[in-house]
């Protein structure tokens, strides 16, 4: 038994908990630079960002033509978000080198579980009409059910996250029963959606009912697993929590925060915040309700979704 790995200590629960809300913007940036490179290989040129915690992340981007979103260059654009929060949620905690201490170890897992969470579960479920795996679906005359893969992709990681995190209570425990178990998933993987629901629904004064019912599934494979595993404990010796990994993940809460400020804060009449650092041409793909500063005339060329000749 080693008492210096327990998840359910004090100072173990504070790092979780910071950084899995650190690990929220987090994972809308995974999403985003992840549509920004399949745009980028599909020939866009990549010129801002929107963040919205109630919305679909959108990479901002001069298209190369004003057809760009219906031609096979563009499925890059459209799934690259899922894409890469896919590879994240899964490779995270088998490739990614880290010291040997118990926040590094809680902060791999938590940055895995918020890509499955909400780059896999939530994302894709938030705008059935305009969402990126929803329009691709769209213009390719795919059935729309077809949505509910993404969250069904999120649960071979859930497994994997849950797993290792069972794996560290076993080694902090010589017993560990369903109820422990139960316990320490609930009290690790659970806050990350909840914050994610709350923020959201804040945000646009709704609940987003098809994307929390989505949160289920790797809610549930977490839970499942709990319940029915009972995995090796974990080998290697870890250094307990120290103040200078509160400090780190404090600082990355604030910075992923003050991002969200200012490329996905609400605005009035429903819009949000966008971010530009370079100028956004015609053909750019800038939503209607994003507000980047420059598209503030609804009725210039580009400054939407809907555009005459375009079938984005």
């Known amino acids: 038994m080693r008492p210096e790995v327990n998840p359910l200590s004090p100072p173990t629960l504070l790092v979780s908990w910071l950084a899995a809300a650190a690990s929220l913007p ?110 691709w679906l769209d213009l390719h005359h795919l059935p729309g059910h077809l949505l ?10 859930a497994v994997i996250i849950a797993v290792r995190l069972l794996s560290l209570t076993r080694a902090a425990h010589q017993y560990v029963g369903p109820f422990t178990r139960l316990l320490t998933v609930a009290l690790h993987l659970l806050p990350l959606p909840i914050l994610c629901i709350a923020t959201a629904s804040a945000a646009t004064g709704a ?24 995995p090796s404990p974990y080998v290697h010796t870890l250094q307990p929590v120290r103040v200078s990994a509160v400090a780190l993940l404090t ?31 015609a053909s750019n793909n800038i939503r209607p309700w994003i507000d980047t500063g ?9 400054s939407g979704q809907e555009r005459p000749s375009s079938p984005e």
């Open 251 to 281: 600082l990355a809460l604030l910075a992923g925060a003050t991002l969200i400020g200012f490329a996905g804060r609400p605005l009035p009449d429903h819009r949000v915040a966008g971010l530009l650092w370079s100028e956004a041409f």
């Open 26 to 135: 987090a994972a809308l940036a995974v999403a985003v630079f992840g549509q920004a490179l399949g745009a980028m290989v599909g020939g866009c040129s990549w010129i801002g960002v929107a963040l919205p915690l109630g919305r679909p992340v959108w990479a901002l981007v001069n298209e190369p033509s004003l057809h760009f979103a219906s031609l096979g260059a563009a499925s890059g654009y459209w799934l690259g978000s899922t894409a890469l929060s896919l590879i994240a949620a899964l490779a995270t905690i088998p490739v990614t080198p880290r010291p040997r201490t118990v926040a590094a170890e809680i902060a791999v897992l938590q940055f895995a579980w918020a890509n499955a969470t909400v780059g896999l579960a939530w994302l894709p479920l938030l705008d059935r009409d305009d969402g990126h795996l929803a329009r």
């Open 148 to 157: 509910w893969l993404a969250p069904a992709l999120s649960v071979p990681a």
């Open 207 to 230: 609940l987003p009912t098809m994307a929390t019912v989505a949160l289920a599934a790797p809610i549930v494979a977490v839970l499942g697993v709990a319940v029915r595993g009972l």
């Open 294 to 302: 420059a598209n503030r005339q609804k009725e210039q060329p580009g």
